[in-house]
């Protein structure tokens, strides 16, 4: 085989169960790192080895990198947002810290009202769950989704691959590779987020929906804290708010990052360095295609909000 591609993101992600390509031998968060245990030099077979989707905050280990010569290029439309958590130990003390304390102040406001004009419940299962109420939450966050996003339900990226993300969730819960953070107002859950563990370090927002007849209270922010506070207490470093940068995102963040393409050859290796080269070059292709299709439509946008209503 000329070239083994392999994709980061989602076999990481996948159900918390922190699946890295063989031919890496680890990847590290900082000092942090995660070990790859299926790791194996038969990978290496292949003249060129192709990784796409690696987040740009994590930092990886090859195989006898020391006989490679290794090739980025930014995936575009893959770039994302996370939150740093060593330096802090509390909700409040976060935003505090990070210049987002309007948010602190909506937030509490927030939570007041709600509590003050509903019986409130605030739930992390995370270690423990029984199968049916397991059962019972998908149901409720599948129907939410469905409402909220109406014909586009089935396009959404969790409900697409429904069996898949929700294979096994009640024993990954168990394991604590997975967590289901919910709020419950009058014995009624009106907001759940599925969030994915890898290895104590990563902390990956999944998906999260919500009751809209609730949407006033700011649940998104509420599962926010909700999520740091899980992080908080089990130490971990990192909490990835996933793919897109949106202003609810960016708002919540202090660390933005790129995804990559990896693409390594063996040194010395004149066809693997020229399959390498013509690899980059798609991807530069595609990239500026992204570009141009992306500026298109936003100007055409720009163009229609901006004409005057008749």
Not at 249 to 259: A, P
Request: hydrophobic fraction near 35%; include cysteine.
């Amino acid at each position: 085989m000329s070239i083994r591609k392999e994709q980061f993101i989602w076999d990481f992600y996948k159900n918390g169960k922190g699946k890295i390509s063989s031919f890496i031998q680890s990847v590290s968060y900082k000092e942090f790192e995660i070990i790859n245990k299926d790791a194996n030099s038969e990978s290496l077979s292949s003249r060129v080895l192709y990784l796409s989707l690696f987040p740009g905050y994590l930092s990886p280990k090859f195989l006898k990198s020391e006989d490679y010569t290794l090739k980025k290029a930014v995936h575009h439309g893959f770039s994302g947002v996370g939150i740093s958590l060593e330096s802090t130990n509390s909700v409040e003390c976060y935003l505090k810290e990070n210049n987002k304390k309007k948010i602190w102040v909506n937030l509490k406001r927030a939570k007041k009202r709600l509590e003050a004009n509903h019986l409130i419940d605030y739930e992390y299962n995370y270690g423990h769950i029984s199968d049916e109420k397991c059962a019972f939450l998908m149901k409720n966050l599948r129907d939410m989704l469905s409402k909220r996003f109406g014909n586009g339900a089935l396009k959404h990226s969790f409900i697409m691959d429904w069996e898949n993300n929700i294979l096994d969730i009640a024993s990954s819960i168990r394991n604590k590779k997975t967590s289901l953070i919910v709020i419950y107002a009058n014995n009624k859950p009106v907001s759940i987020s599925v969030n994915r563990h890898v290895a104590e370090t990563i902390f990956f927002c999944d998906t999260h929906a919500f009751d809209l007849n609730y949407q006033k209270y700011g649940l998104g922010n509420l599962n926010n804290s909700m999520r740091l506070n899980l992080c908080y207490k089990n130490k971990i470093p990192f909490l990835d708010l996933g793919n897109g940068v949106s202003e609810f995102k960016k708002n919540w963040s202090n660390c933005f990052y790129e995804t990559y393409y990896l693409i390594f050859y063996k040194k010395d290796d004149f066809i693997g360095a020229l399959l390498t080269a013509f690899e980059i070059l798609k991807i530069t292709l595609k990239n500026l295609i992204k570009l141009y299709v992306y500026d298109f439509y936003k100007k055409k946008k720009l163009r229609t909000n901006s004409k005057p209503n008749v």
